[in-house]
């Protein structure tokens, strides 16, 4: 095992194109690293530099003490799991997982112990004489984890390995992958783009936008302090709502109504005009069948046009209006998060008992103390706990970040210059 360290890293292509930016991680000894973000922002490049499959332009790339930017990936000691699983269709399983053993020339006896080692932990022993054309794609990812696990590695490095599996399969394989690496306590870095895996997977996770380190917290950090607009709307599920609004003295105003917040937060916001706020669909809630231990908060009327029931809970919907200002930086939002246009409606997370129907003037009480205050010209989050926050890039402010980003393509071509 082996902390890595990434200091600076820049990776520019021909054109000038600079597909990571200056991004520095150290990632701990048996930390699980999730690097996280929509399609292009660089992260499958940064897994690849890591391991000595793309070259670094500039910056430093350290494994366990050393720096490795002129090592051959087999000089790295690292082991990478692919999102096709990338197996050997005419070996059998145990084949397919003993061949880095086969490779380094070790000993039959020890070829053997290990892969049945490997077999055993990944509940692979009844498919050993099998072809991976005859596994089911869950299977295939554990012989192609098995492979990993037998090289004695001072690494696991996984690029989105699960996005070819069901949604069903994905759950089921996540706990196998985090079961797996607790009990390895192996240093592992984990490339995705979707954010359902970064927050039940990693110990820290790193959001990259564009080839830009946004933040790098826990997960728990990032739901909670997302330092700008881009983090906010990227993890949680359903996202976080948008709205424009106005801050006077400690009031702020709202498109349903103008409500209380602390001093604190109305003092960072005084004098900056027309804001955008953001609050998780799951800080409100049914006002009828509110719990009675949530006493603070505000209450206001809405008119509901759709409900999603879905069992356990249920979601409702209420479309409100938007300034220009406001609404463009929405889509940009959207289109920096590869979704469509923001829509400009207020998702309310209910109780499964809420009875709110389609065409309902509800009552719905918010928790005014977690409204978030976003600058509409630069992203940054006005009302975020920074102590708790995480690491910045270089502990710059989102400004600076902002800066840096616009120097950069847009996300379709930097997806075509990392495909390349």
């Known amino acids: 095992m082996a902390a890595i360290e990434m200091k600076n890293i820049v990776k520019q292509y021909g054109d000038g194109f600079p597909a990571v930016n200056d991004v520095s991680i150290d990632v701990e000894d048996g930390e699980f690293m999730i690097l996280v973000g929509p399609s292009g922002c660089g992260k499958s490049t940064l897994l690849r530099m890591i391991v000595g499959l793309e070259d670094i332009t500039s910056g430093d790339m350290v494994i366990g003490g050393k720096r490795v930017n002129d090592l051959a990936p087999r000089d790295r000691n690292l082991a990478m799991v692919f999102q096709n699983y990338a197996l050997y269709p005419h070996l059998t399983v145990y084949e397919n997982i003993a061949f880095p053993l086969r490779l380094a020339g070790v000993s039959n006896e020890e070829v053997d112990r290990k892969v049945r080692e ?30 990993a696990i037998v090289r004695d590695a001072q690494a696991f490095l996984f690029d989105e390995p699960l996005s070819n599996l069901d949604a069903k399969l994905r759950g089921q394989m996540r706990t196998e992958i985090a079961r797996l690496q607790r009990r390895l306590g192996i240093t592992t870095v984990y490339v995705t783009h979707d954010q359902t895996e ?18 790098l917290a826990t997960p ?10 881009f983090v906010a709307g990227f993890i949680g599920s359903p996202p976080m709502n948008f709205m424009p609004a106005t801050v006077e003295g400690t009031q702020v105003k709202l498109p349903f109504g103008t409500f209380a917040i602390p ?20 800080h409100f809630e049914d006002a009828s069948v509110m719990d009675s231990s949530k006493t603070q908060g505000a209450t206001f009327r809405t ?8 069992g356990n809970e249920a979601y409702a919907y209420s479309p409100f209006e938007a300034a220009p200002e406001v609404q463009e930086q929405l889509n940009q939002l959207g289109r920096d998060l590869d979704s469509e246009v923001m829509h400009t409606q207020l998702v309310i997370a209910l109780d499964s008992s809420s009875r ?18 976003f600058d509409p010209s630069t992203g940054e989050n006005l009302t975020v706990d920074r102590s708790a926050a995480g690491t910045l890039p270089e502990d710059t402010s989102t400004q600076d970040v902002a800066r840096q980003q616009d120097s950069i393509a847009t996300p379709g071509e930097q997806e075509a210059a990392t495909e390349a």
């Open 263 to 282: 001093q604190e937060n109305a003092s960072k916001a005084k004098g900056k005009g027309l804001l955008i706020a953001g609050i998780r669909p799951e």
């Open 198 to 215: 970064a927050m039940t997977l990693g110990d820290r996770v790193a959001v990259l936008k564009r080839g830009v380190l946004q933040q």
């Open 356 to 373: 709110v129907k389609e065409g309902d003037e509800a009552e719905i009480w918010v928790d005014t103390s977690q409204i978030h205050l």
């Open 118 to 147: 490997a077999s055993s932990t990944l509940e692979l022993d009844e498919h050993l004489d099998r072809k991976p054309g005859n596994l089911s794609g869950g299977q295939r990812q554990r012989v192609a984890m098995g492979r």
């Open 303 to 310: 008119k509901v046009d759709v409900v999603e029931w879905l």
């Open 220 to 229: 728990r950090e990032l739901y909670t302090n997302p330092v700008n607009l």
